[in-house]
């Protein structure tokens, strides 16, 4: 029998159920990864995803394609400057095996998640599904839109400032207005001149091809009134990082992303059919 099997499974919130759901067995890179995504995807309601792959024949693909762009970065990074990745902060984590993932794969690596829910609930998840990796794993109550919160929440946790970091943001930019965003990029930037960040954000809707634009609107407004919210935030990556003091190093599209691996068919052609990217920033001047 499995052992997931056998246990409770937890109740996520619904963006964390959706992209989960979506994502299916590409959610996660590790077995502790899995371990925990099997005892979170049926802790609500799944047809709500169902619907949503069906009206929006996307869906999946972007969901997919996102988990594996951040993974690309992240170990571009361990290749290219690898004392960078062996600090991972992930603001707004939610219920994502990401940084589980990467602790399972690198044992020098160590992690911290800031959230404002769940935090206590992943905690038990993490230490009875994750064991291996758990004491090298911090998760810390705090409002990832608050850069003030993010600077008290990771004081005294064990991160070292001294040290380059890697902060990831998966679908955060989404959800917290665009001063928040800059602010935040900027703290997390200016915490080492080595440090990066990778970042997924949403192209607006009327730079990218036509009807793709309107359906990538019509599929981020049901999100948000889901949850709600009147809409979600855009962002031109560019601007967002000369706003932020920042330099652009690479963007990932699900049209590159759905090639390089291989997809028969590709999901996607062309760079502007979607309006998702993933980026990777570097600090562009002094950001202190």
């Known amino acids: 029998m499995d052992p997931a099997a056998t246990v409770p499974h937890v109740h996520v919130g619904a963006t964390s159920d959706l992209i989960l759901t979506l994502a299916g067995d590409e959610a996660a890179f590790t077995p502790e990864g899995r371990a925990l995504v099997r005892v979170m995807l049926t802790g609500t309601d799944p047809q709500w995803a169902q619907a949503m792959a069906r009206t929006h024949r996307h869906a999946v693909p972007h969901a997919r394609l996102r988990k594996w762009s951040v993974w690309q970065f992240l170990l571009r990074l361990a290749d290219e400057e690898p004392r960078t990745v062996r600090q991972l902060i992930v603001p707004g984590a939610g219920w ?41 794993w911090r998760n810390r109550p705090c409002d990832a839109a608050d850069p003030g919160a993010v600077s008290s929440a990771l004081s005294g946790s064990g991160w070292d400032a001294t040290q380059p970091t890697t902060w990831v943001m998966e679908g955060l930019l989404y959800y917290i207005a665009p001063a928040a965003a ?104 002094s950001l202190g």
């Open 96 to 136: 994502s095996p990401l940084a589980i993932d990467w602790l399972a794969t690198n044992p020098h690596a160590r992690a911290w998640e800031l959230d404002i829910e769940n935090v206590e609930a992943k905690r038990a998840l993490v230490q009875k599904h994750a064991r291996g990796v758990a004491p090298r």
């Open 182 to 285: 800059i602010s935040l990029i900027r703290t997390a930037l200016a915490s080492h001149p080595d440090s990066r960040m990778i970042a997924e954000v949403g192209l607006p809707y009327d730079s990218i091809h036509q009807p793709a634009g309107d359906a990538c609107r019509d599929y981020h407004d049901q999100i948000a009134r889901a949850i709600g919210r009147d809409h979600l935030h855009t962002h031109q990556p560019t601007e967002l990082a000369a706003a932020c003091g920042a330099r652009v190093e690479a963007i990932m599209d699900p049209a590159t992303a759905s090639r390089l691996r291989g997809d028969s068919p590709p999901a996607f052609v062309h760079p502007l059919d979607s309006t998702q990217r993933v980026v990777l920033l570097a600090p562009a001047i």
